[in-house]
């Protein structure tokens, strides 16, 4: 049984590192994070995130579930009208693009990896006869149910889903704004070969890690909490996991605080 958490004592830890890392004291921000979590070690706020977001401590290899499913449980009310009004998100849209002018589609059986409120699945509904959803927030969830775009929505994290799937499997796979929250890449693309029809397609985006200030590592979380990659990783790990590449296109994934935030739409195919 999980112990209970000093809800007060954590608001305080947290508030407190919030505004000593809006300082810039970086060392006293990281000391107040590591407060947060040793009271809440599942880390439902994303201190680790965070602490690595400084450059310091190490870089976890995903943004821990309970902070993802806490972070889009409480905004999937605004959810869309941010994203799409607000940061100008118009990656399932570019999707569709790329599929139509590549002459990819109509598919039988897609599966959406982190579908949200579902976007990716109103923009590609009349390409696919059988759309999933998977989403770790059950708000989200919620939402994309009341759309009924989906044929079968699922409440999960996305890695575990793709390990203990059973259904048969798909002919395209989305995962749209899900790199951001992941790291190391090798369950995700691994999850996806194995739900994958030979020939199908997987199609997602990240934000990039420039080479220059990568230090040669593969990804790191990027001043806003979210995890960035470098094209060469994801090139690597999709030719290791039996991907072909069909197309890396750089795109601006977002605006954040009104700056462009440059990224890829990855098109590739199953051998």
């Given at each position: 049984m999980a112990k209970k958490i000093?809800?007060?004592?954590?608001?305080?830890?947290?508030?407190?590192?919030?505004a000593l890392e809006k300082a810039g004291d970086v060392d006293a921000a990281v000391k107040a994070y590591e407060e947060v979590l040793a009271i809440d070690p599942e880390d439902h706020g994303g201190a680790a995130v965070r602490i690595a977001s400084m450059g310091r401590g190490e870089t976890p290899s995903k943004a821990p579930d309970a902070y993802v499913e806490t972070l889009f449980d409480q905004h999937a009310e605004v959810f869309e009208d941010v994203l799409v009004e607000q940061l100008g998100y118009h990656v399932p849209m570019m999707v569709r693009q790329r599929l139509q002018?590549?002459?990819?589609g109509p598919f039988k059986?897609?599966?959406?990896?982190?579908?949200?409120?579902?976007?990716t699945g109103s923009a590609l509904s009349n390409l696919c006869e059988d759309m999933t959803g998977i989403d770790i927030s059950e708000n989200m969830v919620e939402i994309a149910h009341e759309k009924e775009l989906y044929d079968t929505l699922f409440v999960a994290?996305?890695?575990?889903?793709?390990?203990?799937?059973?259904?048969?499997?798909?002919?395209l796979i989305t995962?749209?704004?899900?790199?951001?929250?992941?790291?190391?890449?090798?369950?995700?693309?691994?999850?996806?070969?194995?739900?994958?029809?030979?020939?199908g397609f997987f199609i997602f985006s990240s934000e990039e890690l420039p080479e220059a200030s990568a230090n040669g590592q593969p990804y790191m979380v990027g001043p806003?909490?979210?995890?960035?990659?470098?094209?060469a990783y994801i090139r690597e790990r999709l030719a290791?996991?039996?991907f072909e590449l069909v197309e890396m296109r750089e795109i601006n994934?977002?605006?954040?605080?009104?700056?462009?935030?440059?990224?890829?739409?990855?098109?590739?195919?199953?051998?």
């Open positions: 000093d809800e007060d004592a954590l608001a305080e830890a947290y508030n407190r590192a919030l002018e590549l002459n990819l059986r897609m599966l959406d990896l982190g579908c949200g409120t579902g976007l994290e996305v890695e575990d889903f793709l390990e203990d799937n059973d259904e048969d499997p798909f002919d995962a749209t704004d899900v790199l951001p929250y992941l790291g190391a890449l090798e369950p995700l693309f691994f999850g996806v070969a194995e739900n994958l029809n030979p020939g806003h909490q979210r995890f960035l990659h470098s094209a290791a996991t039996g994934v977002r605006m954040q605080e009104g700056n462009p935030s440059p990224g890829h739409l990855v098109i590739a195919r199953l051998a």
